[in-house]
Structures are given as C-alpha cells and as structure tokens.
C-alpha cells in the first residue's frame, strides 16, 4: 500500500482504548546537600508536572498519528479524576469512556527528580479488581461508544484492576459481534482472558510467562514459534504479534509470517516503546495494511520513540519518513 495514503487514512480512525489510566507526575528540584535528619538528598523543588500514562499513553499516540480516540477506564472521585479529566480534554482524547468509582482511588505515580537523577517513585493507586456494579457500568459505556461506531478496540492492560476477565470477554463479544477490530497490549494477569481477537501483541517475556514456554530467541529462533503455536491454541487469536526488544518483532497469522530486525539506533530509553507499538500496529491493521506493513512500521514506530528519554508519543512526520527510508517506498 502507498505509504501516503496508509497514513492519512488514520485522520478518518476512531479507536476505542479501555484499560488503566493514570498519572504520570514529576517533582523536579535541585540537589545540593544531604538532610540532616537522615541519610537522604535534599531536593529543592523546581517544577510540579502532571501527564498521562498508562492507557492514557496509547490514546496520547494515536492523537500523534491523527487517530480520534476514547479513552475507556475508571477513575476515583477524587481531585486526581478531575485532574486526569483535564488532561485529556487538553490532549484532544474524548473522555466519554470514563466512569467513576466512590471508593477507588485515581492511580498516581510520582517520580522525585534531583539534578536529572531519579531518585524515588511514590505509587498511589489500588490494583485490586474493580466491583462487578463497575464492570456493569464499564461494559454498558464502551458498548455504547462501540455502537455508535468505531473502528478499532485497544485492550491496554496495566495490571491495576479495571481489565478483568468478564470486562474482557463481554466486550471482546460486543466488538467480534460489532465487525469491530480488536487488539491487546496484555500483561500477566489476564494474558490468557484475550480470546477470540484481532491482534495479540505481548512482548517476548510475556509470552514466556503467560504460555510457560522457555524461548531463546538468540539460540533457538524456533522456540518463539513453539510458543506462538500453543498461544494460538489457546486464544485462537487471529495475529500474534511479539516485540523482541534487540531482535526486533515477529508477526504471524495462518497464512504468513515475518521476522522484522530491529534497526540500529542510540536508544535512550524504552518506556512507552509499546503503547506506541500497539498504538501504530492497530491502526495499521485497521487502515488495510498488509500483515508485513504492519510489523515493519511498528517496529520502526517503536525504535523511534526509544531514542528519546521518558515516555513520548511518536511523531507522524518523522515516522513516515523513517519509514519511507528504510522500507524503500
């Protein structure tokens, strides 16, 4: 598919994300002495900032790359909620998908930085599973955003106890039912919960853990499709679509498969390297592009945003650049 055309046709995508949304906040100071009331740095704060993470982080990427996203999740009755309200009316992510729990907490990692040097994160947040009066209430909102019509419904698993097996499977029947695409950025937990789906993309440790299959990619590249096959069996998934760090990605289906080396580059850091490779993978899939296509630009979507430090979403531009580069098109 010309290269143009896949990327504007992301501008026409709405994407559903329903997952863990949180706040990513950063206490930035100076450090210069060390307290005297303990053996800890003093840090004399500069600046207070607030951004979005989890889910938050894929619905940011899809933004970037001109999709209209809905961010689906749950969130406390607290000043954190109002906060992570704001935060993505200002980011352009609709925030309809929302619903509010009394006696759940909005989750909050604070990052205390001194001199550029991280040197504590505080986590407030409550990983247990959300009530089964929420996951009614959940189900009801995204299956309503589904009818009025999307065209893709991100799974964007954290761990914190809004994606539970009824909130899965209910709407995962909802959008199969709904012609709807559907793709998971799984963790752990619930790895095995994702049946049925268009596009399964776990990482390589992921996969090790959710199938018990031991996998060295380096070694025996065989035992990934080992893994994959007994994977497939279980979830009867469409795509299996794994990120292999250093190695690249490998994507398969029933028809084909691809091993995709990763490019060289100066990686600074990799947070967020896969909100962006489900972020480009799903809107790839959605906009027709063929299964090579999709892996290719999705682990050059990736590399990128691991050149920079700290979570950033991926700039399109710059995407359909490197791509046109290193995809000869």
């Known amino acids: 598919m010309n290269l143009e055309n896949l990327f504007e046709k992301f501008n026409q995508l709405k994407v559903a994300v329903v997952g863990d949304v949180m706040i990513d906040a950063y206490l930035l100071g100076k450090v210069n002495r060390v307290s005297p009331e303990a053996p800890v740095p003093v840090v004399n704060l500069i600046k207070h900032e607030e951004r979005l993470g989890g889910a938050a982080n894929v619905a940011l990427n899809l933004v970037a790359l001109g999709a209209k996203p809905i961010m689906c999740s749950c969130v406390g009755n607290d000043k954190e909620g109002l906060l992570l309200h704001k ?66 419904l991100i799974f964007e698993d954290y761990n914190k106890g809004v994606l539970t097996n009824r909130v899965i499977q209910e709407l995962i029947t909802i959008a199969n039912n709904k012609g709807v695409i559907t793709t998971v950025d799984p963790k752990k937990d619930n790895f095995l919960a994702y049946k049925n789906v268009s596009l399964f993309k776990p990482n390589l440790k992921e996969l090790v853990e959710g199938t018990g299959v031991s996998v060295s990619f380096k070694d025996k590249p065989e035992q990934l499709e080992e893994a994959i096959k007994l994977l497939e069996t279980t979830l009867n998934h469409k795509i299996s679509f794994v ?77 359909l650049s490197e791509t046109k580069k290193l995809l000869n098109k």
């Open 87 to 152: 935060l993505l009316i200002d980011a352009g992510i609709s925030d309809k998908g929302i619903i509010t729990s009394e006696t759940r907490m909005t989750t909050v990692k604070t990052r205390v930085l001194g001199n550029s040097q991280h040197l504590l994160r505080i986590d407030a947040e409550q990983t247990s599973a959300i009530s089964s009066e929420e996951e009614v209430k959940l189900i009801q909102k995204v299956k309503e955003i589904i009818e009025e019509g999307i065209d893709v």
């Open 243 to 319: 990120t292999l760090s250093e190695f690249g990605v490998f994507i398969k289906d029933n028809k084909e498969k691809y091993h995709i080396p990763a490019h060289i580059r100066n990686i600074a850091d990799v947070s967020g390297a896969g909100d962006t490779v489900i972020s480009v993978a799903s809107l790839c899939l959605a906009a027709g592009a063929s299964l090579k296509e999709i892996a290719a630009i999705a682990n050059i979507a990736g590399g990128l945003v691991c050149e920079y430090s700290g979570v950033v979403s991926i700039d399109k531009n710059k995407l």
